[in-house]
């Protein structure tokens, strides 16, 4: 039994088996919201090109997510939407093999958060800038993740 308990190896098989069924219906479900929202907010919304760009990137499915990016109108993006967009475009930078731009992007994320007080967006930034440093495997990746982790957050 793979050196399993009898009871505890029944359970294991048994997720395997389900697992897959409720991801199939989670995803269903996602597509679903997603499409309500979609119709709802049109095409063209900034924010949800914004999502799926940064879905797609986050799967590495980045040539996808760059033709996404290129829908999106920035002479309509501000405020916190351009506080997204930023760290979106950072993190497709980090992962087409440009980290030094990708850096310059979060933190400019960082800094129109900061500038608009909206420590939500900021603190995002911020982990996911050390995230992309660590998976990017960076000179200053270990450094970066630290001292992200370690900022004060108010």
Known sequence: MHGLPLDLHQQVCS????????????????????????????PDDPMLINN????????NRLEEAEEIVKKINLDEVSGAKAIT???????????????DRGREL????????????ILKY???????LAREELIANTPIAH????????????
């Open 15 to 42: 997720h395997v088996v389900v697992l897959p069924q409720l991801v199939h219906h989670a995803l269903h479900q996602l597509q679903i919201r997603n499409q309500k929202v979609f119709e709802q907010n049109g």
């Open 106 to 117: 979060y933190q400019l994320a960082i800094r129109r958060a900061n500038n608009q007080q």
């Open 143 to 154: 450094d970066a993740a630290a001292v992200r982790l370690a900022k004060p957050r108010s």
């Open 85 to 99: 967009l930023a760290a979106t475009t950072g993190l497709l930078l980090f992962r087409t093999g440009f980290p």
């Open 122 to 128: 900021r603190v995002m930034a911020d982990l996911y």
């Open 52 to 59: 799926l760009a940064f879905a797609l990137a986050s799967a």
